[in-house]
């Protein structure tokens, strides 16, 4: 069993920036990812990282301005999210794969976090 959680959530103007970080416990995880879900809207995928944290994947709508990391000596992930928008006003959740790829679909991560909230204000 794996527990997941995220910290860092909070409220920012439009054009700040904050980090959410992850914290695993229990069995070792392999590949990782962020979600949110806005406000009448679907969970969608914000970025990806694998195993190793070499390889990564990131929605359009962050490229340039998300950053996602790892630290496997401390079981934690990370997201520097910078220039942010109202448009990212979120619940966003981390998420465990037990792969060892980048995985892109909700559907293929097993565990998941209780969420943080990110609120930007314009």
């Known amino acids: 069993q794996v527990q997941l959680v995220e910290s860092g959530g909070g409220l920012v103007q439009a054009g700040g920036s904050l980090r959410l970080s992850c914290a695993a416990s229990g069995r070792r995880t392999y590949a990782m990812g962020w979600f949110r879900q806005g406000p009448g809207k679907e969970r969608e995928i914000v970025a990806a990282?694998?195993?190793?944290?070499?390889?990564?994947h990131y929605a359009d709508s962050v490229k340039g301005r998300f950053t996602i990391s790892r630290d496997n000596a401390k079981n934690t992930m990370y997201l520097q999210m910078n220039s942010l928008k109202p448009e990212d006003t979120a619940v966003y959740y981390c998420?465990?794969?037990?792969?060892?790829?980048?995985?892109?679909?909700?559907?293929?991560?097993?565990?998941w976090g209780q969420g943080t909230q990110v609120t930007v204000s314009s």
């Open positions: 990282i694998n195993s190793s944290g070499k390889s990564t």
């Open positions: 998420a465990a794969a037990l792969a060892y790829d980048v995985r892109y679909s909700s559907r293929e991560y097993t565990y």
